[in-house]
């Protein structure tokens, strides 16, 4: 339980500062900032189950399989959206915009 708390709690600030950096308008940063919050809470749900995820990918299959009722399958793809994004954000040769995307 304890990692569960402490992955909210990271989960927390992390998306706090994605709303800074967006507003700062940092979009790509917020990206990141975004994307680890979201990955920090679906870890709190994992530890919760007392499962340690593998990787990024993993942590969606568990929640589409184990908690797709329960916090929707439209969270679930946000997760797995923004797992891209992330991605693009460190690794891609372009710029991504989010100005058309809300926090």
């Keep these: 339980m304890l990692k569960s ?5 990271m989960a927390n600030i992390k998306i706090e500062r994605a709303k800074e950096l967006f507003e700062s308008g940092f979009y790509e940063e917020s990206i ?10 679906a870890r709190a749900l994992l530890f919760k189950d007392g499962i340690t995820e593998g990787n990024h990918a993993c942590v969606v299959a568990y ?7 329960s ?3 439209d ?4 997760l797995d959206t923004y797992i ?8 891609g040769m372009e ?6 995307t809300t926090l």
């Design 5 to 9: 708390k402490k992955a909210l709690e």
């Design 32 to 41: 990141v900032s975004s994307y680890t919050g979201m990955f920090h809470s």
């Design 63 to 69: 929640l589409a399989e184990h908690c797709g009722q």
């Design 71 to 73: 916090i929707g399958r």
């Design 75 to 78: 969270r679930i793809n946000w």
């Design 84 to 91: 891209l994004e992330r991605h693009e954000s460190f690794y």
């Design 95 to 100: 710029s991504t915009s989010m100005k058309q």
